[in-house]
């Protein structure tokens, strides 16, 4: 059974490891308010099997609570998700209830109970 585990998050990645990854797979951010999927562009996941990799966060992605959904990158089949340890150690942006706060440009994330 594929496994996907967040690891730490800095200003610019989400740093994760996987296991039992299917090759061609790719990871892409969902929004927990909205629902929205943005497909990251990074290839970390491509080549599947057992590894650790930087998911970039995308400039553009507006701020808000996310997780991370691996996922097949033909057919956008569901293949794992990031769960989060709840006591996570956050260099920028805030973990919050199993997902992690991601900040526009210029502006302080603080989850207290949503990001802002």
Do not use: W
């Amino acid at each position: 059974m594929p496994a996907f585990n967040y690891v730490s998050q800095s200003p610019t990645s989400i740093s994760v490891n996987y296991a039992d990854m299917p090759a061609k797979a790719e990871a892409a951010f969902v929004n927990k308010e909205a629902g929205a999927k943005t497909v990251s562009p990074s290839t970390a996941l491509s080549k599947g099997g057992i590894g650790s990799a930087a998911i970039a966060i995308l400039p553009n992605l507006p701020a808000g609570q996310y997780y991370l959904l691996a996922q097949d990158h033909a057919t956008q089949q569901y293949i794992a998700q990031t769960p989060f340890p709840r006591s996570a150690s956050i260099h920028s942006g805030y973990q919050h209830g199993g997902y992690f706060c991601i900040a526009s440009l210029g502006r302080a994330a603080r989850c207290g109970g949503k990001c802002d």
